[in-house]
């Protein structure tokens, strides 16, 4: 798994609040969901949509959205239970630690913390566990250190 990239950004506010609208509705072309746009629709959610229990709701979504354009969500391919609950965690520490104002210049600013990388996950848990299939069924606990509160 590579983190040397540059991550995608947003222009605008607009942009991210399509994706999580599409998300929902699930009206995104498959080729959209990309890591960032996880992330993006990830602090959307969270920020502005309290009507939503993201940790109630946020599994049936993704699964749903996936399958919705084809994809599978099994033991080894789609929802990942474990990668989720854990960018989950780490977008609401980085909202509780942020000053950026405007949700593009939160999501970007995210983008270039340490919760962005795609990699962040292996702080907290070991190659091993988090890419087994009961951490993709379902949340285990890391083994490495505790996720954030």
């Not at 949509?49 to 099994?74: H, L, M, Q, T």
Request: one cysteine or more.
């Amino acid at each position: 798994m590579t983190t040397d990239h540059k991550p995608r950004l947003f222009a605008g506010d607009h942009e991210i609040r399509a994706l999580g609208e599409g998300l929902l509705a699930c009206a995104l072309p498959r080729e959209a969901w990309t890591h960032e746009a996880h992330l993006g629709a990830c602090l959307w959610l969270l920020s502005e949509r309290p009507d939503i229990d993201i940790d109630a709701e946020i599994a049936g979504i993704i699964r749903r959205f996936n399958e919705s354009v084809g994809g599978v969500n099994d033991d080894g391919q789609g929802y990942h239970d474990s990668i989720t609950r854990a960018y989950v965690a780490g977008v609401r520490r980085f909202l509780s630690d942020t000053t950026e104002t405007g949700l593009a210049a939160r999501v970007n600013a995210m983008l270039h913390s340490d919760v962005g990388r795609r990699d962040w996950p292996l702080r907290f848990y070991s190659r091993e566990l988090l890419f087994s299939i009961p951490a993709r069924r379902g949340f285990v606990e890391p083994d490495l250190a505790p996720l954030p509160a």
